[in-house]
T-cell receptor, first 115, second 112 residues
Framework: NAGVTQTPKFRILKIGQSMTLQCAQD?????MYWYRQDPGMGLKLIYY???????DKGEVPNGYNVSRSTTEDFPLRLELAAPSQTSVYFC??????????????FGPGTRLTVT | RKEVEQDPGPFNVPEGATVAFNCTYS??????FFWYRQDCRKEPKLLMS???SGNEDGRFTAQLNRASQYISLLIRDSKLSDSATYLC?????????????FGQGTTLQVKP
């Protein structure tokens, strides 16, 4: 199993550009998450999904959009990049059953710089 | 007040030392508690879950005090490879979403 994979690893965007961060997992996990981590700070939840076709906002959703058309993929879209979106983005997944959810597995992250 | 608070450190200790980290959480209804480890420029990985009765995994011991709303991690006989950031993590009250709340992390540097 590859686990959770993310592409790209690094990206530099100009202000106002758009991009999609890709995330995929091959563990048949039903729950998936997007976090951002600013230097010296904890992870903040951007969006999450409890299954294909179901997404919901986390703590810091402004400026981002997500979709979950399959169990495996959970892309994160930045429409109009701003310097405040410079961060490291982590995708994670977990399995949940009957109200109990288990360990979150993280991808290697995407380092995004907006200038 | 932050939902999960940790002393960011850094904690600089010699090899072989015992070091303890504490963490406090604000929501008394929180259900589950974890310690994650994050190496420099890497993704977080689960170190251990924290159970009400306390639990041990080799050199690592985790404790939970629900009355005082704090969680601790004790590392005995520190190794150079223990150098990392340790994240205190609490599962939100709405457990059916699996959402986790992360502290900002405590940095440990073990020196020879």
């Amino acid at each position: 199993n590859a686990g959770v994979t993310q592409t790209p690893k690094f990206r530099i965007l100009k202000i106002g550009q758009s991009m999609t961060l890709q995330c995929a997992q091959d563990m048949n996990h039903n729950y998936m998450y997007w976090y951002r981590q600013d230097p010296g700070m904890g992870l903040k939840l951007i969006y999450y999904s409890v299954g294909a076709g179901i997404t919901d906002k986390g703590e810091v959703p402004n400026g981002y959009n997500v979709s979950r058309s399959t169990t495996e993929d959970f892309p994160l879209r930045l429409e109009l990049a701003a310097p405040s979106q410079t961060s490291v983005y982590f995708c994670a997944s977990s399995y949940s059953s009957t109200g109990v959810s288990y360990e979150q597995y993280f991808g290697p992250g995407t380092r995004l710089t907006v200038t | 007040r932050k939902e999960v608070e940790q002393d960011p450190g850094p904690f600089n200790v010699p090899e072989g030392a015992t070091v303890a980290f504490n963490c406090t959480y604000s929501n008394s209804a929180s259900q589950s508690f974890f310690w994650y480890r994050q190496d420099c420029r890497k993704e977080p990985k689960l170190l251990m879950s924290v159970y009400s009765s306390g639990n041990e995994d080799g050199r690592f011991t985790a404790q939970l005090n629900r009355a005082s709303q704090y969680i601790s991690l004790l590392i005995r006989d520190s190794k150079l490879s223990d150098s990392a950031t340790y994240l205190c993590v609490v599962r939100g009250v709405s457990s059916n979403t699996g959402k986790l709340i992360f502290g900002q992390g405590t940095t440990l540097q073990v020196k020879p």
